[in-house]
């Protein structure tokens, strides 16, 4: 049996249009992370979901998601007034 399509064994090169998923979330994820240099704000298109990595000195990784820009912000407040009410900051 042979596979057949575009990626058959000689079948000749094609130029494939690349797609970018989610423009507006990602330029949301860009401009947060352009606000917060305490954190990395990333948009995952796969997961369809924000997600801050805490760029700031804590004790171990902190990680914080969300569904929208709006939410994530307001877990990266929380998760920051978590670390002083605990004293974990340094």
Request: net charge positive.
């Amino acid at each position: 049996m042979t596979a057949g399509g575009r990626h058959r064994l000689g079948a000749p090169r094609q130029t494939v249009r690349r797609r970018l998923w989610d423009r507006h979330r990602r330029a949301e994820a860009d401009a947060l992370n352009d606000q917060e240099p305490a954190w990395t704000v990333l948009y995952g298109p796969w997961s369809r979901a924000f997600w801050a990595f805490a760029a700031l000195p804590v004790p171990r990784p902190l990680v914080v998601d969300a569904h929208t820009a709006e939410e994530l912000w307001e877990q990266m407040r929380a998760a920051e007034m978590s670390l002083a009410l605990a004293g974990d900051r340094s």
